[in-house]
């Protein structure tokens, strides 16, 4: 309905805060909103979720995070107020990576999420966040992914082995490591 809403903060509570656009104050619930300052000119990308008995509109910082979101609100078991609490880390980049990896132990020690949801998530959501990683990726990387991706590698294998290398490398340095390690 709402893909963003650009304004002002006009108030900031602990689990939301209010966009003023032409004269509306938006109540957004948002992952972290202290992130925000009052009277702060913002964008924030907006999910709006209906249900039988609710009716929230969700706001986010990025547009990644807004996809991780919608991705996490997906899965069996998990609803926006679990779904908040791990965005409200705002290390997305982590999530994914922890997601990927099918880390259960750093997923678990978000509030709501225990092992099982955590399992849960890995399951229905591993291999299927590239796409958000893509935007999470160092400049220098999209040089190597398209390298590694012409040689004939998959996303997934080309992701696994760009979390490994140092992106501050030159791009041959990090072409090098990274046939380096999808060989053995």
Do not use: C, W
Request: no cysteine; glycine share 8%; charged share 25%.
């Amino acid at each position: 309905m709402y893909a963003y809403i650009d304004g002002t903060i006009t108030e900031i509570k602990p689990s939301y805060i209010v966009v003023e656009n032409t004269g509306i104050g938006y109540l957004i619930i948002s992952p972290n909103p202290y992130g925000y300052h009052i009277n702060d000119l913002v964008r924030i990308y907006t999910h709006h979720y209906v249900r039988e008995d609710i009716n929230n509109l969700y706001g986010f910082k990025s547009l990644e995070s807004k996809e991780l979101f919608i991705r996490l609100i997906g899965v069996s078991g998990i609803g926006p107020k679990s779904a908040l609490s791990i965005l409200a880390s705002d290390a997305i980049k982590d999530i994914v990576f922890a997601i990927e990896e099918g880390n259960v132990k750093y997923l678990t020690k978000f509030p709501g999420i225990g092992i099982k949801s955590a399992q849960q998530i890995i399951l229905d959501l591993k291999g299927k966040l590239i796409d958000v990683a893509d935007e999470l990726a160092p400049s220098n990387g999209n040089d190597v992914e398209d390298a590694l991706s012409a040689l004939g590698y998959s996303k997934l294998e080309i992701k696994k082995v760009m979390k490994k290398i140092n992106p501050d490398q030159p791009v041959e340095v990090m072409i090098k490591s990274a046939l380096q390690m999808l060989m053995k």
